[in-house]
């Protein structure tokens, strides 16, 4: 399965974007989905997650409230609506996939299909 990130940007202090993970070579299907950033200089972090096990959405306490992720089986995309985008949000955005245990969704070495990433700027 091959991903591809798309749809970030500059934004301002407080604006929203959707940024979405597109696969091909294979579905989501049978996959947990999640989103990790890293910022310049910073460490890769867990933002969201869609677990495939408990289904339900999973959110870093950073993002909580502000970022919603969402499957579309239809068009085979995981997107992930961001608002009240703030000047730490500011990193690359990588979807990954993979079958990690629930008490693993937020660990990058879970997840076995990575995208290249998107770079998403929070101007203040």
């Known amino acids: 399965v091959q991903l591809q990130a798309s749809g970030g940007g500059l934004v301002q202090t407080g604006g929203s974007l959707r940024i979405s993970c597109a696969a091909s070579?294979?579905?989501?299907?049978?996959?947990?989905v999640a989103w990790f950033r890293q910022a310049l200089g910073k460490e890769r972090e867990f933002v969201a997650a869609?677990?495939?096990?408990?289904?339900?959405?999973y959110y870093s306490d950073s993002v909580k409230g502000r970022f919603t992720v969402s499957r579309d089986n239809a068009k085979n995309t995981v997107n992930l609506q961001m608002s009240n985008l703030q000047p730490e949000d500011t990193a690359v955005y990588h979807c990954?996939?993979?079958?990690?245990?629930?008490?693993?969704?937020?660990?990058?070495?879970?997840?076995?299909?990575w995208g290249q990433g998107t770079q998403v700027t929070v101007s203040s």
């Open positions: 070579g294979g579905t989501f299907t049978g996959y947990s």
């Open positions: 990954a996939a993979g079958r990690p245990i629930v008490s693993s969704i937020s660990r990058p070495l879970a997840y076995t299909y």
């Open positions: 869609w677990s495939l096990t408990s289904r339900r959405a």
